[in-house]
Structures are given as structure tokens and as C-alpha cells.
């Protein structure tokens, strides 16, 4: 085997969830932006974002979104909605990529909007996954880097709804991991997941129960709120941004 090289990719893009976030602009009406720089942890969600994109400006005003995942069947109207933006007019560095400005992002990539429960901006229907989200933190990323080529941000989200299509669940709570089968994008390049090539996780022995104790009895839910109070004590982590 030949060793392994040094090198320097313009971007680090090694394969995440596509999805398309829904915000509201100043005047109500519903922005909508392709994305995948997002992990999860928990019930709480990070995203990184271009800081002069619409989103960012929509989701710093009014606090929510929501998370709509992509599965194959969204990626034409992923694609009609790449390299357009919400935001007028369109940020330089967009201009030159070719962007253009859509206001009704919705109609140009012929998708239709649900009500929410908890959140203003709409559900996207035709994805297979809704997660409504309130906005916790925002903060710059990058920003004494030199290969970050414009400004950047994350945005920490507190999932507080969650929407799925039934044939995705194995049981009421319990997604079917086999069933579902995210859009990725790695590299620019847009992908499926295809069948299993690991056949066995060990992360997947037990009981899913055991990851959601605010489900639990009394006696465990409290054991559990205990527990986290004394593990939030030992190992919880400071803002490093703060002011000591
Ligand atoms: C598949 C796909 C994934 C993308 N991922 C991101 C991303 O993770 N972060 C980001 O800032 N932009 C991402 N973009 C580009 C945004 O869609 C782009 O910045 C867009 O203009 C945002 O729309 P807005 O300005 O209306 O918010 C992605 C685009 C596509 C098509």
C-alpha cells in the first residue's frame, strides 16, 4: 500500500445528512436553504452556516427553523435550489459563484409547505423528516483562520418537535435505521446510503430506551436527573468564549 499523502482540499466536506432549512424573512413569508454541515447530539443539533447567507440573518431575528431531511427523492429539488439565496442583494462572494436570488424558494423548487407545531417557519412536505428547532447560541467559526474564504458561523438548535413518515418507525419511538436512508452529500457529490457494509454495531446492542431516561418511571427518571447533575458537576465544560 502506498503511503499516505499530505494535502490540502479547498474545503473539508467528508460526507454529512442533506437538508433543507426553513426560516422566515422579515415580512413572514418562508426562506428555504439546502445545507449539511449538521450533527446531532441528542435532542439538540449543530449547524454550520455562511454567515451573510439569509438563513443566518432569519434564524439570528426570530429563533427557530425548521429541520427538513432529505432523502433521494428531495434531490431535484435540492438541486433547483442550489446556488440561489434568499438574500437581496446576493452577497458578493455569491455573486461570483454564480448565486442568484429566489424569493419564493419554495415554489421555484415546487415544494409545499405544512404548518409547524411549535415553530413559525413550515414543514417541507415532500421530506421524509421535519425536526422543528429553537435557536440556543449562535457563534463565529473560523474566524482567525485564513482558509475560511468567508465569514462563518454556528448555530446550536434544541430540537423540540420531531416528524416522521410512518414507514421509517420499526415501533411508535424507534426509527427503522434500515428504512432510512438519508441524502449525503461528500465532496460537492450527492449520495445515498447504500446497503449495510458493516454487518454488525455494537452501539446497537440494548434496549434504545435506555438513551431517553425522561421516558423512565419516577425512580429512574429522577436517579437519572441526579446523575446528570453530578456528571454536569465533574466534567461539564465552560463557554471558552466567555468572560472568565
Ligand atoms: C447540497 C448543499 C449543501 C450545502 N451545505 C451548506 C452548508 O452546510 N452550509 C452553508 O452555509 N451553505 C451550504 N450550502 C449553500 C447554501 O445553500 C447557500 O449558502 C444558500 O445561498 C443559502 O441560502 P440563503 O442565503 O437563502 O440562506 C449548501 C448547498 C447545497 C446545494
Known amino acids: 500500500m502506498e503511503p499516505h499523502r499530505v494535502f490540502e482540499p479547498a474545503i473539508h466536506y467528508w ?17 428555504l436553504a439546502p445545507m449539511s454541515s449538521i450533527w ?21 431575528r426570530d429563533r427557530e427553523c425548521v429541520i427538513n431531511l432529505c432523502d433521494a427523492g428531495c434531490a431535484d429539488a435540492v438541486n433547483l435550489l442550489a446556488r440561489t439565496t434568499g438574500s437581496d442583494p446576493v452577497p458578493l462572494h455569491k455573486r461570483a459563484l454564480g448565486y442568484t436570488h429566489v424569493s419564493d424558494k419554495l415554489g421555484h423548487a ?17 421530506c421524509p423528516v421535519h425536526l422543528e428547532a429553537v435557536v440556543q ?10 482558509r475560511m474564504a468567508v465569514p462563518a458561523c454556528s448555530v446550536e438548535v434544541h430540537l423540540v418537535r420531531a416528524h416522521v413518515r410512518p414507514e421509517l418507525l420499526a415501533s411508535c419511538d424507534r426509527v427503522n435505521a434500515e428504512a432510512w436512508s438519508p ?18 454495531s455494537r452501539l446497537a446492542h440494548g ?24 456528571a454536569e458537576h465533574r466534567y461539564g465544560v465552560p463557554d471558552e468564549r466567555e468572560e472568565p
Open 15 to 31: 460526507g454529512t445528512p442533506v437538508v433543507l432549512l426553513s426560516t422566515r424573512n422579515e415580512d413572514g413569508s418562508t426562506n
Open 40 to 60: 446531532w447530539l441528542g435532542w439538540s443539533a449543530m449547524l454550520g452556516l455562511d454567515a451573510t447567507s439569509k438563513t443566518v440573518e432569519n434564524l439570528r
Open 110 to 126: 415546487g415544494l409545499t409547505a405544512l404548518p409547524a407545531l411549535d415553530v413559525a417557519p413550515p414543514r417541507i412536505e415532500e
Open 137 to 146: 447560541a449562535v457563534r463565529p467559526v473560523g474566524r482567525d483562520d485564513p
Open 183 to 200: 441524502l449525503l452529500m461528500s465532496f460537492r457529490s450527492l449520495f445515498t446510503l447504500g446497503a449495510l457494509a458493516v454487518p454488525q
Open 207 to 230: 434496549s434504545e430506551a435506555r438513551y431517553a431516561p425522561w421516558k423512565s418511571g419516577l425512580v429512574r427518571r429522577t436517579a437519572a436527573a441526579l446523575l446528570g447533575r453530578v
